[in-house]
């Protein structure tokens, strides 16, 4: 996969107006087709034909990547809908391009678009473990899990080459640190050396996003993540070498994926999955337009029934924000899809809570230049 060399740019410092929307011929391969800027700019690009038409040998887009010299790398949340209190994020932005990714928005915040930029232009930490390191080993850090993958994915298709999310692993490894990761990316296997001595001590769980088993879908909505049957694998791969494994249904999309809720879980588990969860389609900010125009684009004939369920679970609106209803939303349909998933996980033992992570085994390395211990 082509991508343009990394260019160092200070964390203070935002990156260049966002791209004209493009071509769906340009665009190829993504699944945005619109670039509009995010709300923080006075001003947008909207494209117009002069009757010269566009360029049929222009180039599909490239995936551009830009170093990010960042301050401080582990994140805290008091959000009382997440299980974890901490994260880490080695890149912004995710060429996988899922339409209805929640984590959009965040690339308004570098002057550039949650559509075509968001899967084009990506943002790289590479000193990440450097600060994961540096964080640990502070003076009254208390541990407790770390979730990596909340955001953006950390397997995306330019870990392979950057390895940043390896790099932080290692650190966790290094100081006996619970984490769990979140990912659709197969270069997860490729840690299997890591996360397997970690799973002997109750230090890591992974959750894999399974969200439909109909390929042709997946490519449209997904179109640079793994395949269904792929992830499936990965599931499996993860499970035989002794890491547990959750199988995420999410998000539930109604009246286009929720009818395979059962058959995920029940897949999930075949390929060795113990636990499962799932969260509703979710469409804060810019993400309720980019995926409307997918709909109408990609699902011509369910995009209104699509948008009615979700307006009914979120009282009339695309998307209702408020802690305790973004996950689920509320209502009959909401409550049926919540029982479904109830009495699905319960046929299939899986289980919807897990043993904790440890966190007894937490130990800071020692580091060049320290006084070592007599005993």
Not at 53 to 79: F, V
Not at 162 to 183: D, G
Not at 289 to 302: A, F, I, S, V
Not at 319 to 338: C, K, L, Q, S
Request: proline share 8%; with cysteine.
């Amino acid at each position: 996969m082509p991508l343009a060399g990394p260019v160092d740019i200070p964390y203070t410092k935002c990156m260049n107006k966002s791209r004209t929307n493009l071509p769906s011929a340009i665009a190829k391969g993504r699944a945005a087709t619109e670039n509009s800027a995010g709300r923080f700019e006075r001003f947008d690009t909207i494209p117009c034909d002069d009757g010269w038409g566009y360029d049929d040998d222009l180039p599909p887009l490239r995936t551009e990547i830009r170093h990010e010299t960042a301050r401080s790398i582990i994140t805290y949340n008091r959000s009382p809908d997440l299980p974890f209190d901490r994260s880490i994020n080695p890149y912004r932005g995710c060429e996988h391009g899922c339409i209805y990714c929640f984590a959009r928005p965040s690339h308004a915040y570098l002057g550039l678009s949650p559509g075509l930029d968001f899967e084009t232009r990506l943002i790289a930490r590479p000193n990440a473990a450097v600060l994961l390191r540096k964080e640990l080993s502070a003076k009254g850090y208390t541990v407790a899990p770390i979730a990596i993958g909340t955001n953006t994915d950390p397997y995306q298709p330019v870990e392979k080459n950057l390895r940043i999310t390896r790099s932080c692993l290692s650190v966790l490894t290094e100081f006996r640190h619970p984490v769990a990761i979140v990912t659709k990316g197969a270069l997860i296997e490729r840690d299997l050396d890591l996360l397997a001595q970690m799973a002997e001590q109750g230090l890591v769980r992974v959750g894999i996003s399974l969200t439909t088993l109909d390929a042709d879908l997946s490519r449209r909505m997904e179109p640079r993540a793994p395949a269904p049957n792929r992830r499936l694998k990965i599931i499996r791969r993860l499970t035989e070498a002794g890491v547990p494994v959750r199988v995420m249904t999410s998000p539930s999309i109604p009246g286009l994926t929720d009818h395979e809720m059962e058959s995920l879980l029940e897949a999930g588990r075949d390929a060795g999955a113990d636990a499962a969860s799932w969260i509703m389609l979710r469409l804060p900010r810019e993400v309720s337009q980019l995926w409307q125009t997918w709909l109408q684009e990609q699902e011509p004939t369910r995009a209104e029934k699509v948008m009615s369920k979700l307006r009914q679970m979120h009282g009339g609106r695309d998307y209702d924000p408020r802690w305790g209803h973004r996950m689920r939303g509320e209502g009959e349909y909401a409550e049926m899809v919540a029982k479904r998933f109830s009495l699905a996980v319960k046929r299939l033992g899986l289980a919807t809570r897990t043993p904790k992570l440890r966190c007894d085994l937490f130990d800071i390395p020692p580091q060049a230049g320290d006084q070592l211990t007599l005993f």
